[in-house]
């Protein structure tokens, strides 16, 4: 009888501790679960990809560095066209592909493509297609919009806002003994010097600068070494993206 009820409490004992093995299992599970649906939930997916098309119009609301005319677009859009993000992707490279035929950097397309054509890069990147446009340009465009007449006023407003962007700055010269904290307009309103060229906006120098505010001046080598170093750091990360997907 003892043993018996030995090998009963001992069954028992088993019986309980596989049902606790088994609960922490389950447990396990139902938080990797929890966790996968919680990282799924940080995943953005798009289905799909609407257009929106406008007709072009006179802008007036930018101020280009050069040009008289601006371009803007109608209040209303004409049309709407709906992708797949992989037929966006093949739509936009088509288009990258004719502008850079028209400015010469590919040959002229064949009658025949290659199945392989849209993994071939293009010789530049996608950022190379936001470019600025010639005043020439802006009018040809407007007019093969339908525009009959440049209304006049635009170009003397942009003059008129050129002429106030030019108005800034201190105006603390080496004559003058360069920036001094009881003169410095720039000091006096809160902010540090500012030099984004050669005397503009303040035509203070280095060495005479007292601003205790600092002086800024802007190198080009600098933004364009940052621009590169964020494209390539950009590429980086896709490129280790897509090696984690294989």
Not at 159 to 167: A, Y
Request: proline share 4%.
């Amino acid at each position: 009888m003892d043993i018996e009820n030995n090998m009963s409490t001992k069954r028992k004992h088993e019986d309980d501790d596989d049902d606790l093995v088994t609960t922490v299992i389950e447990t396990k599970n139902e938080q990797t679960s929890i966790k996968k649906q919680r990282k799924q939930k940080k995943n953005v997916r798009f289905d799909d990809v609407t257009v929106y098309y406008f007709a072009r119009s006179q802008g007036f609301v930018s101020v280009p560095s050069q040009g008289t005319i601006t371009l803007g677009m109608v209040p209303e859009h004409s049309h709407v066209e709906q992708y797949s993000v992989a037929d966006f992707s093949r739509v936009r490279r088509a288009l990258h592909k004719s502008i850079l035929r028209e400015r010469k950097l590919l040959p002229p397309s064949s009658t025949i493509e290659s199945d392989n054509d849209e993994d071939e890069p293009l010789p530049v990147d996608d950022y190379y297609f936001v470019q600025p446009i010639a005043t020439r340009q802006r009018r040809t465009l407007l007019k093969q919009a339908g525009l009959v007449k440049i209304d006049t006023t635009e170009k003397h407003e942009l003059t008129l806002i050129r002429r106030s962007r030019e108005v800034c700055g201190c105006s603390c010269t080496r004559e003058t003994g360069g920036c001094q904290p009881s003169t410095c307009e720039c000091y006096l309103n809160g902010i540090a010097c500012q030099v984004d060229r050669l005397t503009f906006p303040c035509p203070c120098a280095t060495m005479l600068c007292k601003n205790p505010l600092g002086r800024l001046e802007f190198n080009q080598n600098r933004v364009r070494n940052h621009f590169f170093e964020t494209i390539t750091r950009l590429e980086a990360e896709k490129t280790q993206e897509q090696i984690g997907k294989i």
